[in-house]
């Protein structure tokens, strides 16, 4: 009897396992819950001041490339019109030299949905779909604001950029940099203090977020349903 098929037959029994485990190794997670820490900073009409911004995060990913998000954010906003170099006046309907004298530390709650588009595949395992651990992208969506100093509530549209890193197989983590435009003035208490009229996004308060992110996958895709995840 030969011993070259024999040799053959054991190294593609030793080959196989190897081959099915990097095949089935990587698994698609439908769910991801987590939460985000960092800073906020406001765009209104007092001098800015970098306030704290959390955030609870889940994250449904449609493929490696795709993910839709709801985030719930909490973050402060500060700020005074003390040492600011732009002159508000204490009335803006009456002349005069006298400067307003203001300044807020509140509270800015959003609720926001939100669509991400990765600029490479995400995943663990590089195999032969090639994903990435390391990946950047893109995000867009729509919110909506409650400014706890002046009570107002206001629809927002939130765009900004991200990365993200798969440190374990189903644990995350990120950066998130976010731009909320909001269709309010009222965010830091303050209505169009130098009296000019303001429409859609004009002359309107904005704020910025910038958390780092941890969120855990959960909900794994049955591997035999669909094999086509790229």
């Known amino acids: 009897m030969s011993i070259k098929p024999i040799a053959l037959a054991?190294?593609?029994?030793?080959?196989?396992?190897?081959t099915v485990r990097a095949q089935q190794t990587e698994t698609f997670y439908r769910l991801e819950l987590g939460?985000?820490?960092g800073m906020n900073l406001g765009v209104n009409d007092l001098k800015r001041q970098v306030g704290l911004?959390?955030?609870g995060i889940a994250r449904f990913p449609l493929n490696h490339r795709m993910a839709v998000k709801t985030?719930?954010?909490y973050g402060t906003v500060k700020g005074s019109t003390t040492g600011q170099k732009a002159?508000?006046?204490?009335?803006?309907?009456?002349?005069?030299?006298?400067?307003?004298?203001?300044s807020v530390s509140a509270g800015v709650v959003d609720v926001n949905a939100l669509y991400e588009l990765?600029?490479?595949?995400?995943?663990?395992?590089?195999?032969?779909?090639?994903?990435?651990r390391l990946v950047p992208y893109l995000q867009l969506g729509l919110g909506v604001v409650y400014a706890t100093e002046s009570k107002a509530v206001t629809a927002?549209?939130?765009?900004?950029?991200?990365?993200?890193?798969?440190?374990?197989?189903?644990?995350?983590?990120?950066?998130?940099?976010?731009?909320?435009?909001?269709m309010s003035d009222k965010i830091d208490g303050l209505d169009a203090p130098l009296g000019i009229?303001?429409?859609?996004?004009?002359n309107k308060d904005h704020y910025a977020t910038l958390q780092f992110t941890l969120t855990y996958d959960l909900r794994p895709k049955c591997p035999t349903c669909n094999r086509d995840l790229r």
């Not at 009229?197 to 004009?202: A, C, G, L």
């Open 10 to 18: 054991l190294l593609a029994a030793l080959a196989l396992p190897a």
């Open 35 to 37: 939460g985000g820490l």
């Open 53 to 55: 911004s959390a955030s």
């Open 71 to 73: 985030l719930v954010g």
């Open 87 to 102: 002159f508000l006046p204490a009335n803006p309907n009456a002349t005069g030299d006298e400067r307003l004298q203001y």
């Open 118 to 132: 990765h600029f490479l595949p995400y995943g663990y395992e590089r195999g032969y779909q090639g994903y990435k």
């Open 156 to 182: 927002a549209v939130p765009l900004g950029v991200g990365l993200k890193y798969k440190a374990a197989p189903r644990l995350n983590l990120g950066l998130d940099f976010l731009m909320h435009f909001t």
């Open 197 to 202: 009229s303001s429409s859609m996004f004009r």
